[in-house]
């Protein structure tokens, strides 16, 4: 007999810089959410489909898990609060290399609020040395809370992500795919794009400047002559200076941004990129529930 299709929803959650989107481009097989070292890249929750031939998995990223501050910050707990809700699985992913050998107080109380399975996913497990060091850890976790499995795993190398899908596709509910099959994620174009922008700003500049900024994509066309795709895009920050730190002496630094940017975007898309750039400033914009909306800092469920 054929086995019936299954279909549901995942949310990936944990201490910033664990590892989440890595986790889910991983899993979903394409770039979808932005990478970086630092922590708190990821604001927005970020939605990655996974086709299989008999399942349909829908993961949603979220930001990491840190203390309410600010208009910002209260948005992004909330977005890790609502990614929680209705979901059938849950996967925490945890930092294996941090100091921390067991949850904090707030992925503590955040585990107790959760009814849906929850697997711990023992991320970074390649650079744990020696690998002795993964049984105390995985005693740890087992030991905090009831998950359903404990998985040490390399988001980076693919190691046991396999596995990990296996076991979510089990313990989906029997129901019809959510999205179209040719579906990587139900985020807009315009969305990926702003992401994209804002990553290589994040590894182009530093100190407080990639977390002061925002990007709305302004324009977003497919041209035919010449064939392209034409993409305008503004930039935001909050201050005069970080507005010369992005555009650089000359404008070097905003060319290189685009230029990086072009190029992510155009393996995406499959089109030749033609994008143009401009930068503003939106004073404490952070802290401004109006500029937070219309950059596009909404609860979406």
Known sequence: MTAPFRAGFVSLVGRPNAGKSTLLNQLVGEKLAIVSARPQTTRNRITGIKNLPAAQIVFVDTPGLHERGGPLGEFMARTVERALEDVDVVCLVVDATAAERGPDPRTGALLRTITAPVFCCLNKADLVRPKGRLLPLIDTWRAAHPFREILPISATEGTNC????????EL??????????????????????????REQIFHLTREEVPYATAVRVEELVERTEPECLYIR?????????????????????????????????????????????????????????????????????
């Open 233 to 301: 895009a503004s930039i935001f920050v909050e201050q005069e200076s970080q507005k010369g730190i992005v555009i650089g002496r000359g404008g070097s630094m905003l060319k290189r941004i685009g230029s990086s940017a072009r190029r992510q975007l155009e393996a995406f898309f499959g089109i030749k990129v033609f994008l143009q750039l401009s930068v503003d400033v939106r004073r404490a914009w952070r802290k401004d529930a109006r500029a937070l909306r219309e950059f596009g800092f909404l609860l979406t469920s």
């Open 162 to 169: 396999d596995r990990l899908v296996e076991l979510i596709v």
């Open 172 to 197: 989906l509910p029997e129901h019809p795919a959510f999205f179209p099959t040719d579906r990587l994620t139900d985020q807009p174009e315009t969305f990926y794009v702003a992401e994209v922008i």
